[in-house]
């Protein structure tokens, strides 16, 4: 079983930054980012990271956006730079990992990223 918990949401003006967290307890995994979700769009992929720190982006947010851990992968960050309105959403935090060969997600709760002038 894995909790996981986002923090550091909020409103911010186009071309500003905002650092997001996750803090991960429980059973340790494989895998950890972040999906985004606007109104009326399907869940997409922002950025993940694996144990070994090897990472990906979405197109849309490559150049901009960093995500990194700390060394015991308890705590997952994303920081957003150049912030655009496109970037409104609801961002949730993930964890992957294996469990009897079965390969297993959770989820957050999500944490609100709104850009607006």
């Known amino acids: 079983q894995v909790q996981l918990v986002e923090s550091g949401g909020g409103l911010v003006q186009p071309g500003g930054s905002l650092r997001i967290s996750c803090a991960a307890s429980?059973?340790?995994?494989?895998?950890m980012g972040w999906y985004r979700q606007a109104p009326g769009k399907q869940r997409e992929l922002v950025a993940g990271i694996t144990k070994g720190g090897t990472t990906t982006y979405a197109d849309s947010v490559k150049g901009r956006f960093t995500i990194s851990k700390d060394s015991a992968m308890t705590t997952v960050f994303l920081l957003m730079n150049n912030l655009k309105p496109e970037d409104t959403a609801v961002y949730y935090c993930h964890a992957d990992r294996t469990s009897g060969g079965m390969p297993l997600r959770y989820w957050g709760r999500g944490t609100q990223v709104s850009i607006s002038s």
């Open positions: 429980g059973d340790s995994v494989n895998a």
